[in-house]
């Protein structure tokens, strides 16, 4: 039978939740909330902080500067805490400062502050007092917001209205349920959405894949099995409770499960519990395994793509972008469209489908450039060739200066695709190389693009042999890894104005 892992009644016990409340699926827009809150307290204290200092220390009427100074300092405060991730729902609810750097943030916002005031010479304006005073209750107004939502987030978690993460954990059935409740996930928010157990190697079936949600059991021989199933849950965390001697068993469970868009952990060797409480003092093994990003004990071995700002931000980009060029491009993709139905009978438009993010099948939209209706099987594909028969007059020049991949961006803005990604290649391409190159399926982590850095390297048009295609999968790989918006922006400037982006365009 399988295993639902929730609060135990004792910390031996883990028991099924067949029937139990789904109120743990909405996230609560606590860790949204809180930078409003922040602002507004933080102006609050300079605007107190001001009145306090010269009207009762120097009986002196407000300055006037203290709500302009008190937006500069809460926005900047903010941003600070933003980029260095302090925002995160697992490190908010451990209610330390020191998790979420926040008197180092806050220490540097003030320092920048001064540096500004001196750049612009109104130092002689700005009240010293008043600045130290608001240090202490800004300082203070902070400690008291972070604290009060870290009580919130621990009491909501515990009842599971509020879900910080949500996992996979992997390993044998004593194993698995060590480690949940050894670190107390239920806790820290950190929500168990499916269990794979892995049996012994004499048992059969091998694997068995237990869905919290749906409160179904799958079981395989292969584990390549369950990575459709953990491909239609919601997941942000695989974490495998393995022994660190079985070498060959994690290595094959890493190949494996390195498919999920989802960061990877290996769990501490229950064998190296004498370490847990630390040697002379030191920090034990739990707590240098800790990551305070995610609320998880365990070595990183890799991580998702995009944090979650990221993906957002890209977002926020593609549809800025996309919804422009397709209101300057109208008119010019309607002139491609009168001319393409001019020359061949059929829609101007055809769509095939590709696989996307996290292999979700999707309809890809590309102006025709060949007599009569492409392919839609999956096997019967035929990849493009130099001088191809199939190519109309018209098409042949859409392929060489890529404008039969404009209508794309309707693609993009209904969020199937991004501007900059790994392109999508055709379904019969990745069941066929899907097996032959290792981490092929690791391109499939983010969105595609219309453009990408393989395609801006010259890496485009047939790809016919494994040698050819695995050039192009290490630059997407490359993408990934180092994805930043100056990395974006480089690629599409590359697009259009790098020679190379014309390479082999056919």
């Known amino acids: 039978m399988g295993v639902t892992l929730h609060k135990p009644a004792k910390m031996t016990e883990v028991i099924s939740m067949a029937g139990a409340e789904e109120v743990g699926r909405e996230r609560l827009p606590v860790t949204l909330l809180l930078p409003l809150f922040e602002f507004c307290g933080l102006v609050l204290a300079s605007l107190f902080s001001d009145w306090l200092y010269h009207a009762l220390v120097l009986g002196e009427p407000a300055s006037d500067l203290w709500l302009g100074n008190g937006i500069v300092v809460a926005c900047m405060f903010i941003l600070l805490q933003s980029i260095s991730s302090g ?31 001196f750049l612009s010479k109104n ?9 130290l005073v608001f240090g202490g209750t800004g300082y203070l107004v ?5 604290r009060l939502t870290a009580l919130l987030l621990s009491q909501a978690a515990k009842t599971a209205r509020f879900v910080a ?53 799958c079981t395989f021989n292969d584990l390549s099995g369950a990575v459709p199933y953990l491909r239609r849950i919601q997941l942000e965390d695989v974490v495998l409770a393995l022994p660190w001697s ?26 190296m519990d004498f370490l847990t409480s630390g040697l002379g003092g030191q920090p034990g093994l739990s707590d ?36 422009t060029g397709l209101i300057i491009l109208s008119p010019l993709m309607l002139l491609i469209a009168v001319a393409i139905r001019l020359e061949t009978p059929g829609a101007p438009i055809f769509r095939q489908l590709r696989n996307g993010f996290n292999e979700r099948p999707f309809h890809i939209y590309k102006f025709r ?23 109309t007059r018209v098409g042949a020049f859409l392929r060489r200066t890529n404008l039969d991949e404009l209508p794309q961006l309707l693609n993009v803005l209904a969020g ?12 019969a391409h990745n069941n066929e190389f899907m097996t032959r190159i290792a981490w092929y399926a690791s391109r499939h982590h983010v969105k595609p693009g219309i453009t990408g850095w393989a395609q801006v390297n010259g890496l485009r048009g047939a790809a016919n042999d494994t040698k050819t295609m695995q050039a192009r999968i290490e630059h997407d790989l490359q993408y990934i890894r180092n994805w930043s918006f100056a990395l974006d922006l480089k690629i599409l400037f590359f697009t259009f104005f790098s020679p190379k982006a014309f390479a082999n365009a056919f």
């Open 246 to 271: 079985g070498k060959e068993q994690i290595r094959s469970v890493l190949d494996t499960l390195s498919a999920l868009p989802a960061a990877l952990y290996l769990a501490p060797d229950p064998d």
């Open 416 to 427: 199937s695709m991004s501007l900059v990604g790994p392109r999508p290649h055709a379904i």
């Open 87 to 117: 925002y995160g729902a697992a490190r908010l609810i451990t209610r330390t400062p020191l998790a979420t750097n926040m008197l180092r943030d806050w220490l540097l916002t003030l320092a920048l502050v001064l540096i500004l005031s």
């Open 288 to 323: 240098v395994l800790n990551d305070p990003d995610s609320g998880l004990c365990g070595i990183r071995l890799a991580r998702r793509p995009m944090p979650p700002l990221s993906r957002l931000a890209k977002r926020l980009f593609d549809i800025a972008l996309s919804a």
């Open 123 to 131: 130092t002689a304006q700005q009240s010293r007092g008043a600045l």
């Open 369 to 391: 450039t060949m007599h009569g209706t492409p392919e839609k099987g999956t096997q019967t594909f035929q990849q493009t060739r130099r001088n191809d028969a199939r190519l």
């Open 165 to 217: 993460r949500q996992i996979v954990l992997v390993g044998s059935r004593q194993d698995v349920t060590d480690y949940f409740c050894k670190h107390k996930l239920w806790a820290r928010g950190i929500r168990v959405v499916a269990t794979l157990i892995i049996r012994s190697p004499t048992r059969e079936p091998r694997y068995e894949l237990w869905i919290n949600d749906s409160q179904s059991l």
């Open 142 to 146: 902070l400690l008291a917001l972070r």
